[in-house]
């Protein structure tokens, strides 16, 4: 939440000349994404969000990024699609940054989403995962299971300091995945992020999905369990079963799901609860002292890996099986 | 530079509803004012700029600038003025904060001002200064001499800290002012913090000024100094006399100023150079170890009151007497 580099108004005229979007009216920084530095942009011509990408997303990615913006767009999802610039190209540089101007997507995300919320969101995932199959670029999950373990290592014995015998616990976890991730489920690209924040509504519709810059090719219904641990809890931590059975009815109504990918859903939530806590842990960890941002609380995500844990099949989580 | 409160979409919804601008489309906290917290909402009838007021802000000043803004308005002073609510208000209540829907003005700010900028600045800065003086509210100014006796209480001896013996010269330059503050000049409101981040253009022309949270009934050539400190000093802290002549000029040629007026200017852009030095310095003395927000350095002022203090009259800078 942080505008990390400030943009001149004379480098901001020579970058908004490449397009054909008409004269700068106003520019202002965002508090949203908190790996890139965000402006809303008004030009003669409309609203738009300016990115400039900052050093934590690498610059080989960005075509795979605005080529899947582009592509979904393309196929009706409802999403920012990155404008042209007069070459034809969507990344130029602005302040040393690579930068690219996105389209402005109308919407406000909700703070409590309620059973309706968590089923247009089921659907929308669905409906992006169909999309994403005729897409023809790949992009490996950094964040999948060799990653995890790199962000273990990354804690450096310390998770301790945050919970009396979390180290062990998270190592014994890290054996639980390498001994039994799913094998063989449909894979495509996923968006890997889809919290809240992410996903826009109007007058109660579901209006459109954001920030793909998680976005990676890899075990579809590993989003569904994203999902589920972004959506299906309550503020104290407690599994909701009916924004879970919501949830997975609209993404079945969409796009159906075999019975391997359901058997797998215990252990895959187990692995995005596992995967969040683990970013939130090397976060929480290294927060210099006094710091004004307060880091999130990685032990919201061991809560509910806890919860995965213990649940014995899909039928749990109250789906209709 | 931050979003200090978070407003729920449910809330807002309530909140814009006792307005006659339509449903919300989206809302983005943006980086704007080190005071309040700031959103840009775009509704079915257009943009805006919601503000939450937080505690800096005392609510009992609230009502003089909301007046202000509406009066500099209504008197072609191009700036942000308050929508007023069905029930005829101008101020509401926003997630436990007094908030204010205002008016979205176009126009981004200049990083690096030129010489015709600051003529602008002098001649927007004049009208606004004529304005208000069919203004009937008053305020006093907080950040006057006797806020710079609290301020310099408040670094309690920790100057030297900063540079040494920074402390003691203060305390002279304080003693200087309790003698030499100019008395009988001619006084109205005044924008007191009309730095380059305030005043917006737009292709070239001055197109707005914003920001009134520091307004106050002081001396109008005070409001001059002011902008002298902000406007026509070099990154290197050189005086540019050719960005003082222009300010000056630009200013005179929309409202005259008075030869007492002329000959108080260095003693008042001395004590707007110590206001400024001495805001930042108790800042930078009591951020926190490790904050990711770097305060300002006070020593920038220190060093343009430093000029000001060897300037022997008007005639030095640069001003056509």
Redesign the interface.
Same mark, same amino acid.
């Given at each position: 939440? #942080? &505008?990390y580099t400030?943009v001149?108004?004379?480098d901001?005229a020579c970058f908004v000349a490449e397009y054909d979007i008409g @004269? &700068?009216? #106003?520019? =202002?920084? !965002? #508090?949203?994404g908190v790996e890139n530095t965000n402006y !809303?942009l008004?030009t003669e011509k409309g #609203?738009y969000i300016l990115t400039l990408y900052e050093k934590r997303v690498r610059r080989d990615d960005l075509p795979f990024f605005m080529a899947l913006m582009e592509h979904l767009s393309a196929s009706g999802v409802t999403c920012p699609t990155p404008i042209r610039r007069r070459n034809g190209k969507v990344l130029g540089e602005l302040a040393g940054r690579p930068a690219a101007l996105i389209s402005?997507?109308? @919407? /406000?995300? !909700?703070?409590?989403p309620n059973v309706e919320h968590c089923g247009a969101v089921g659907r929308a995932l669905a409906a992006m995962h169909n999309a994403t199959l005729g897409f023809p670029m790949e992009r490996p999950n950094a964040l999948s299971l060799a990653g995890w373990e790199t962000l273990y290592s990354q804690a450096d014995g310390r998770a301790d300091s945050v919970q009396a015998g979390l180290d062990a616990a998270i190592a014994e976890e890290l054996a639980f995945h390498r001994a039994h991730w799913p094998q063989g489920l449909p894979t495509g690209v996923i968006h890997a992020d889809l919290f809240p924040d992410n996903v826009?509504?109007? =007058?109660g519709r579901l209006s459109g999905l954001i920030d793909f810059y998680f976005a990676c090719t890899d075990i579809l219904a590993y989003d569904v369990a994203i999902c589920l641990n972004a959506w299906c809890f309550e503020p104290d931590h407690a599994y909701n079963a009916t924004k879970g059975r919501a949830l997975l009815a609209g993404y079945r109504a969409v796009r159906p799901l075999s019975d391997a990918e359901m058997a797998a859903m215990p252990v895959l939530a187990r692995g995005s609860a596992l995967r969040f806590m683990l970013t939130r842990l090397v976060d929480w960890l290294n927060v210099?002292? @006094?710091?004004? /941002?307060k880091p999130k609380d990685p032990l919201e995500y061991w809560k509910k890996l806890r919860f995965h844990q213990r649940v014995a099949g899909p039928a749990e989580y109250g789906f209709d099986l």
């Open positions: 939440m #942080a &505008v400030e001149n108004d004379e901001l @004269g &700068v009216l #106003a520019c =202002k920084g !965002i #508090a949203e !809303i008004r #609203a402005f997507l109308e @919407g /406000v995300w !909700i703070k409590k826009f509504f109007l =007058k210099p002292p @006094g710091a004004l /941002v």
